[in-house]
């Protein structure tokens, strides 16, 4: 938008606003859009992010694959790269984020506009490893493990760490469909279900980081073993389910983008996910009154409408009584939701305003 719009919303006056944007325009930060006529006086001249004016990478540490976006200034995904592994250990991960960091890199004319890396990984990475059939020993590893220390043994970047299921959030808050919601709880399902949540048009990461652990949630008898969403709703479950029926998992593997050919296994899963999914957004909304509950996970497109279509079926028969239903959406960003968070970290530390959180 036009200066003299940019002051009137800051309000800040017309001088300190153009000062402010003229030595943003110099640091290479800004670009000049069209101008703009039909008004009294001279035309307007609107301003906006320039996208190659700040870099930043986001990376993904997940149990099935990890995965690591260049995002440029506006939220542009430049370029990523994908590893798939049976489980994760920390010498395959900074490997892959040694290499992935100079290949991409090579995209960023400017190296002093990389603003860091941000790392989005599990909540203690090393649990439920039965589910993985991941060594114990191996995993282990990850406890105590210091990403940035052993990043900077090859990279100068300024890292940045978070909790996957909320910088998840974060992306769908910032460039997808949660922009239009205050309030709201968000599901994403990867290898394990997790999650996130908007409270008054802010991410709430929580007292550790880790707020709105959706996994964790009762949604089962609490006297059997597994009665938590993560044990309900999560891919890992669609695999064992594939495995029993003798059908290849990779037909669900994190390059796959299009699942048609899983045949009635997903069928299966997505009706098992969707009832559990109903229960837990009724259990949340229990305890805030979220105006919406958005879906999203490591699936195409098209399974994501399937899955979503099935909780709001699901929905209808919980019982609701005591509390307004909240609406069921679907996300938008995918795969890529975690990375790009991730990536948004660095941007915000370094050129976005800062405001006191009280947690």
């Not at 039965?130 to 114990?136: F, I, M, Q, T, Y």
């Not at 044990?231 to 479950?237: F, G």
Request: hydrophobic share 40%; charged share 20%.
């Amino acid at each position: 938008m036009p200066g003299v719009d940019l002051a009137r919303h800051s309000k800040l006056s017309a001088q300190t606003v153009s000062v402010i944007l003229r030595k943003l325009e110099i640091d290479g930060l800004l670009t000049k859009g069209l101008p703009v006529r039909g008004r009294v006086g001279k035309p307007s001249i609107p301003l906006g992010l320039n996208d190659n004016g700040a870099y930043a990478f986001g990376a993904k540490v997940g149990r099935r694959s990890s995965r690591l976006v260049l995002m440029d200034f506006s939220g542009n995904v430049c370029g990523e790269l994908m590893e798939e592994h049976p489980y994760p250990t920390p010498s395959r991960i900074m490997t892959f984020l040694e290499k992935g960091i100079k290949t991409l890199g090579k995209k960023v004319k400017i190296k002093k506009n990389i603003a860091g890396i941000g790392v989005a990984a599990p909540y203690e990475l090393w649990n439920w490893l039965d589910n993985l059939g991941a060594p114990k020993r191996a995993m282990n590893q990850w406890r105590g493990f210091d990403f940035t220390s052993a990043i900077a043994e090859f990279s100068d970047l300024e890292v940045h760490i978070g909790n996957d299921g909320t910088l998840a959030c974060n992306a769908e808050h910032v460039f997808g469909i949660g922009r239009d919601f205050s309030n709201y709880a968000y599901f994403y399902l990867g290898t394990f279900a997790g999650g996130g949540m908007v409270l008054n048009d802010r991410v709430y990461a929580g007292r550790t980081g880790n707020a709105a652990a959706f996994g964790t949630l009762p949604v089962g008898d609490v006297n059997a073993s597994e009665h938590q969403l993560i044990h309900k709703s999560s891919l890992y479950l669609l695999e064992k389910m594939m495995q029993q029926k003798k059908r290849p998992t990779n037909l669900i593997g994190p390059k796959q983008t299009d699942w048609s050919d899983v045949g009635t296994v997903l069928d299966d899963w997505i009706e098992q996910a969707a009832r559990y999914l109903a229960v837990a957004s009724v259990s949340v909304c229990s305890v805030i009154d979220f105006q919406t509950v958005i879906i999203d996970g490591r699936f195409p497109t098209k399974v994501r409408k399937r899955l979503v279509e099935r909780v709001q079926h699901h929905l209808k028969t919980v019982d609701t009584q005591g509390i307004e239903p909240p609406g069921i959406a679907e996300g938008t960003i995918g795969i890529d939701a975690s990375a790009i968070g991730a990536a948004y970290q660095p941007i915000v530390q370094s050129y976005l305003l800062k405001e006191t959180v009280h947690v």
